[in-house]
């Protein structure tokens, strides 16, 4: 399955190239994927056996008119090769490929409230220059967090939460011996 989701990526990221467009590609194929992944009996419509492959075809044509030629062509190659169940798996392998080339690594900043533009963009900034890539974060509220952020990237975790400075304090005291164990 991985290798299969990995030849089409691949292959889409060549064409991509050629073309000069990764990066217009990319965004469309991130379209696709969220709005899949957010409408699940859409997915579900798409791989059903009861629909004939025309109207598969004309549904795409459809749905995706406003996205690059390229792109749609994409989408329809899979389906004629049967791969269809294998939609959302291949669109998020292509844009994982497509990130990689282009070096962005996305993200998740958790916060206990939501976060201001100019908030996220003071992190990323920081964040970029640390990591030296460019950066996509998703804003997501974690109430347990009581204020501060957590940064989760694919292999960085930043936590400048007050629960892990609380912990890290509480640590430092108890191995000074400054504070009982709530004897």
Do not use: H
């Amino acid at each position: 399955m991985n290798e299969l989701c990995n030849r089409y990526a691949m292959a889409f990221l060549e064409l991509a190239k050629e073309e000069g467009n990764v990066e217009k590609y990319r965004e469309e194929i991130l379209s696709i994927y969220n709005a899949l992944i957010e409408n699940k009996n859409f997915t579900k419509l798409l791989s059903s056996k009861v629909i004939s492959r025309d109207e598969k075809i004309s549904i795409i044509d459809t749905v995706l008119n406003k996205n690059s030629e390229s792109v749609i062509n994409y989408i329809k190659v899979i389906f004629d090769n049967g791969r269809s169940n294998y939609l959302v798996k291949i669109l998020k392998e292509t844009s994982f490929k497509f990130d990689s080339y282009l070096n962005i690594e996305r993200g998740i900043i958790y916060s206990a409230i939501p976060l201001k533009d100019d908030e996220i963009k003071k992190i990323k900034k920081a964040i970029e220059e640390n990591v030296n890539k460019r950066c996509e974060f998703q804003n997501v509220i974690d109430k347990s967090l009581i204020g501060g952020i957590k940064v989760v990237l694919k292999n960085d975790i930043y936590d400048a939460s007050i629960n892990t400075q609380i912990e890290k304090l509480r640590t430092t005291l108890l191995k000074k011996g400054d504070i009982s164990n709530g004897n």
